[in-house]
């Protein structure tokens, strides 16, 4: 099946620094990636979306400054948190919607901790 | 708008008794319906979608979901549920012309030996 590869699975870094997660589809090409963010015991919240090649749509309330997406090919899209606090410690989720469109699968998750 | 909603924040069940996991949705047009699994500090695996036909839809780890039009609804079923069966279930929706999908807040399944 179509496999997504999310790395780091965690990171943790001081206030004010930059953390970058990367996004791959392993064996299938995706046109859209999706980034979501999920925090303790709730649902998945959509970030953005994010299409191959041009800038990414991002959802009502998320800070595009803040959360920079990059889809620069059909198998990676990244995410970058910039100068990062405490409060954006959370679980972020990318997925990418196969071929057929129909299913997106997700990577496995990275929980990023911010000190 | 879409939404989904899932009735139930926890169900628990015996090992070897039958699983259901509720969802009713909202989305104009047709709906097009999936279900995914979430084991802990993990992304979602896919389990199972509706998209046009048959509305007993089968999926991976023997579990099955039907699509019910006039109730609006897409409950989760396993007809025996293991421990391993654990886990948070997210049901999503979309519409026709919109790669989005809105989760429900999910339901966490207690499987007890």
């Known amino acids: 099946g179509a496999v997504v590869s999310q790395h780091p699975s965690r990171v943790i870094c001081k206030s004010g620094t930059s953390v970058k997660i990367e996004c791959r589809s392993l064996d299938f090409q995706a046109t859209t990636m999706f980034w979501y963010r999920q925090f303790p015991k709730q649902s998945l919240m959509l970030m953005a979306t994010s299409n191959e090649g041009s800038k990414a749509t991002y959802e009502q309330g998320v800070e595009k400054d803040k959360f920079l997406i990059n889809h620069a090919s059909l198998t990676l899209s990244t995410l970058t948190v910039t100068s990062a606090h405490p409060e954006d410690s959370s679980f972020y989720i990318c997925s990418a919607r196969a071929g057929d469109g129909n299913i997106q699968y997700f990577g496995a998750g990275t929980r990023l901790s911010v000190l | 708008a879409q939404s989904v909603a899932q009735p139930e924040d926890q169900v628990n069940v015996a090992e070897g008794n039958p699983l259901t996991v509720k969802c009713t949705y909202s989305?104009?047009?047709?709906?097009?319906l999936f279900w995914y699994v979430q084991y802990p500090n993990r992304g979602l695996q896919f389990l199972l979608k509706?998209?046009?036909?048959?509305?007993l839809v089968k999926g991976s780890y023997g579990f099955e979901a039907e699509f019910n039009k006039s109730q609006t609804s897409f409950h989760l079923k396993k007809p025996s549920a293991l421990v391993s069966d654990s886990a948070l279930y997210f049901c999503?929706?979309?519409?026709?012309?919109?790669?989005?999908?809105?989760f429900g807040a999910g339901t966490t399944v207690t499987v007890r030996a």
């Open positions: 509706y998209i046009t036909g048959d509305n």
């Open positions: 999503a929706v979309r519409e026709l012309n919109d790669y989005k999908l809105s």
């Open positions: 989305v104009s047009g047709n709906p097009y």
